[in-house]
């Protein structure tokens, strides 16, 4: 649970890489790859640029204007292009648009070409890419900006741009690129033999966790909004007809209606699954409780009052090894607020300090650094 | 900082509730006035009704359809009307949207008509305001649905439809209402003297927190979207030319631009102003942080390390009877997330903690119920 990759893309970034993948307009993919200092975001973090529109963020502004520049010659050569940037300077020096800048960040930029399939593939699905770029190969045969994709399931590197297997070097190479996926850290990794120093990048995709929001009312509408801006693909799952659930619910990535009982055979409940039980409806949140109980489902949030949630579990009656630890009745972190969207406020709060494996305090009071250091 | 009205409207509703008093359609208000059982927000909630339209939240879908209709009526009279709704028979029992709803609800509504002027007045504006509503009256000379205004800065009774300050009885009910608007606590009170007896729902308007975000990078955008779900009025504070603020933060109800030292002149800092710093700029942050400590505002969040934050504090020097309690540096809840949505949900989950004089922890730990009770 603790594994989370920090930079992992917003969901508006995935739709938009998704919708324009394989369309005749150009368009180029801006990741982040090595930083050191303020005011950007961690290795992997990505942008995407099409014309005049960018989607997703990878700094609060500082190289924006210059990477739109540049997206546009990469969009036009077809070829990648590795630019740095050194703000190290002076802190007053602003950049672009005002927004002052420090340190020393490194942008892959790339097409959003045949090349990136692989990425665009593993967005959608739910296995795990480590895609592997290089930095520098000064006295090897790969061109900076080549790519590989390396495949955990199988322990298989897949070159691309013309590079062979052997060209990417021995077995170090796979198992840092393995440590770093497993761990979900997009990372530099130079690896030396005889003599050769080859510098890699390794970016690091995941699966996205999924919400499964069960209940139609009109409090659900905020919890999709939230869930989806917390980074989850979210599914409605309603249980009576006479509802029309896509067009009540647009935000979400999936609706549909069934009946309780059916829920293990219309949707895939994963360790990646996060529920949120609302439906007001006791004997349907009983159900569907029951369902998610028999899940590897890590998270199961319930709206109501605890005695409702007592009532319900003697209703139940759970088998002694049932692990109810992972119902979180009533739902969401106690931050005051009545209204719907303070609701899911709350909701989506917890949602992120269960899926990161935190204690939820104020940052100010907690232990360590907000994010944990990119390796040097 | 602990008294909240867990019903305040949602900024969504303040404002369509602005921008259609005064005009000629006809619209119609309703509020929750009194509630026993689960699926229904607490007194005070308010929905508008107009046409086919209808904005804010009271049920998760139970009465909507019936209101609707009930509003039709009521706009096309102009009187207000009372309705009570008892589900209590079953638990499986479906209303409307099919959401199970069970319980007594009673709801008031009315006409957005000149009688309602005081509260859409208050919503704007900075001060308290009790709206009492006559239920019942039997033996005195009050209708049920009457109106009066309590402004509790003077202690007055302001009353409406007609009807005399004498109509509406001794000092007790104004000591009453008095006491529910400084607990920012809608209920319904009854008054008994000489064989009368006299029920009055008294509803609390209070002013909207206020949140200022001082900086205009992209990051910003995501913390005024938060903002204003949480319920706050925000205001964006950039401090460089050439960015069109208010096209780029159209979900503020404010922008402006100006220099840091000319904070204090723009803006009004009360003890209700909530501040989230980060302009990104170390000069601006500090600049920015030092007026804010001299203003009585109770929450200060500044983005950044925490390192950082030691850094402008001695660059700062504050004497020593300053509140750097109010200093939330990292700003934000502790949930892991890196993303700008993700680090918006953060922030407005402090900002919710720390306006409901909330520890931030799982509401299933959390002592007592989620909300307090209304008042028996």
Chains 1, 2 share one sequence.
Not at 347 to 376: Q, S, Y
């Amino acid at each position: 649970m603790q594994r989370t990759n920090w930079s992992a893309p917003e969901p508006v970034f995935r739709r938009r890489l998704r919708d324009r993948f394989g369309t005749d307009d150009a368009a180029a993919v801006a990741t982040v790859v090595d930083v050191r200092g303020s005011a950007y975001r961690r290795p992997g973090a990505k942008m995407l640029f099409e014309g005049t529109a960018a989607t997703g963020s990878i700094t609060a502004g500082c190289l924006e204007t210059d990477l739109a520049d540049a997206s546009r010659r990469v969009r036009e050569s077809g070829e990648p292009e590795l630019r740095s940037y050194d703000l190290t300077s002076d802190e007053s020096e602003t950049w672009g648009l005002g927004v002052g800048c420090e340190g020393v960040v490194t942008v892959l930029l790339e097409p959003l070409s045949e090349r990136y399939r692989p990425v665009v593939e593993a967005f959608g699905d739910r296995r795990h890419l480590g895609v592997l770029t290089v930095l520098a190969d000064e006295t090897g045969p790969l061109e900076p900006g080549s790519r590989a994709y390396y495949r955990p399931e199988t322990g298989t590197l897949e070159p691309r741009d013309g590079s062979t297997r052997d060209a990417w070097g021995g077995q170090t190479l796979l198992e840092r690129a393995d440590e770093l996926v497993a761990r979900g850290r997009p990372a530099v990794t130079t690896q030396t033999s005889d003599g050769r120093s080859l510098r890699v990048f390794v970016d690091v995709v995941e699966p996205v966790p999924e919400l499964v929001v069960f209940g139609s009312g009109h409090d659900v509408g905020p919890v999709v909004h939230a869930g989806t801006d917390a980074g989850f693909r979210v599914t409605v799952v309603g249980f009576r007809g006479g509802v029309d659930m896509a067009a009540r619910f647009v935000d979400a990535d999936r609706t549909l209606t069934t009946a309780p009982a059916r829920i293990d055979e219309r949707l895939d409940l994963t360790e990646r699954t996060y529920a949120v039980v609302m439906t007001h409806n006791f004997v349907d949140d009983c159900l569907t409780v029951e369902r998610l109980l028999a899940s590897p489902a890590p998270y199961i949030g319930l709206l109501g009052p605890t005695d409702r949630y007592e009532k319900l579990v003697a209703e139940l009656d759970p088998s002694p090894g049932t692990d109810l630890e992972r119902v979180y009745a009533p739902v969401g972190l106690d931050l005051g607020g009545g209204s719907p969207h303070q609701i899911a406020q709350s909701i989506a709060a917890e949602l992120l300090a269960v899926r990161n494996g935190k204690t939820p305090t104020h940052l100010r009071t907690a232990d360590g650094p907000i994010h944990e250091r990119p390796d040097p």
